[in-house]
């Protein structure tokens, strides 16, 4: 088996059976590999983190420190007499742990205002918050103030009057609102348990009975679809006509509209539509990560290969 052949493309990595000019095996060969992929988004990672778009020379640079094993500089030690939070002190400790989880894991804006919105939530429900206090009985608590007591800043209008607001939505959060909540301080409160500032256990153990509506899924009948299709689109409404083609095919192919959008011809193969859709959380690096090299290591959600088949 020559090196081509012993070339997986499609998984990226080298086949069973295959020894290297030196004798390697395919498991150290795929493992190298791997530590490449690793370090390569390792050093993408480091320029999202530090909002960098980098040029190519930067890219490979910080690249081959990550493989040489250069440890990038640390910043400056924060000062020696600075307070360690004491595990009374709950706000101060949830401060630390945005601060530390945040450039720790690079998050975005929005995981950061989540977390101030969770902040202002455990403030408004009791000021002088303790970990001590988050026994079941307060965490109980805590699920009847959203669910009873916290006002949405945006209620929605009933049809119907100027003022004419419902009280649901006015007071009060859905089921799957308030999990969400739930999720957000067992996420905060894992770390301060790890971190030693927590001894309470009583989160782990409560499981709220948050019961949620399944949501509607909505689709067009083969006879909605005809009528759509076969709509006469004229003079005022002739611009319609494109966009209806696009919102056709994107039902009979499955594709969403940004995948849609991004097809080429080259991607028509054999009368069928071979396309990569990715998750619509990658970010923008990674997605140029993916385009540039057809690799995608394992830290990265991997994007699903999809076959469709216009009909």
């Known amino acids: 088996m020559n090196s081509l052949d012993a070339w997986d493309a499609e998984n990226q990595c080298v086949k069973e059976g295959y020894k290297g000019p030196k004798g390697e095996t395919t498991i150290s060969i795929n493992n190298t590999l791997r530590n490449c992929r690793e370090q390569m988004v390792t050093a993408f990672r480091y320029f999202e983190a530090n909002d960098i778009n980098p040029t190519k020379k930067q890219v490979a640079d910080k690249y081959q ?68 206090d988050l026994t079941e009985s307060t965490l109980a608590e805590f699920v009847a103030y959203f669910r ?64 949620t509506t399944q949501k509607n899924v909505i689709y067009l009948t083969k006879e909605e679809m005809a009528r759509v299709r076969n709509l006469q689109l004229s003079g005022a409404q002739a611009y319609l006509d494109p966009i209806r083609d696009v919102f056709l095919f994107c039902c009979f192919s499955g594709l969403r509209h940004s995948d849609a959008n991004n097809l080429r011809r080259s991607d028509i193969k054999s009368g069928h539509i071979e396309v990569i859709v990715y998750p619509s959380n990658l970010t923008t690096l990674q997605r140029q990560f993916w385009r540039n090299t057809r690799m995608l290591p394992s830290t990265i959600t991997r994007p699903c290969r999809t076959t469709q088949t216009r009909r």
């Open 65 to 132: 420190e990550r493989i040489k094993g250069i440890v990038p500089k640390k910043p400056d030690p924060e000062p020696k007499n600075e307070r360690k939070p004491k595990a009374s002190d709950f706000f101060e400790v949830y401060d630390k742990f945005v601060k530390e989880s945040g450039e720790k894991n690079a998050w975005t804006t929005a995981t950061y205002a989540k977390m101030e919105t969770m902040r202002r939530d455990l403030k408004a429900f009791k000021k002088n918050l303790k970990f001590s």
């Open 148 to 211: 009873d007591v916290k006002r949405l800043r945006t209620p929605r209008k009933k049809k119907g009057g100027r003022d004419d607001y419902d009280h649901d939505d006015i007071i009060g959060l859905k089921n799957s609102s308030i999990e969400k909540k739930l999720r957000f301080l067992r996420w905060f409160l894992n770390w301060v348990t790890e971190n030693g500032y927590n001894t309470n256990m009583a989160y782990k153990s409560f499981k709220p009975t948050l019961k």
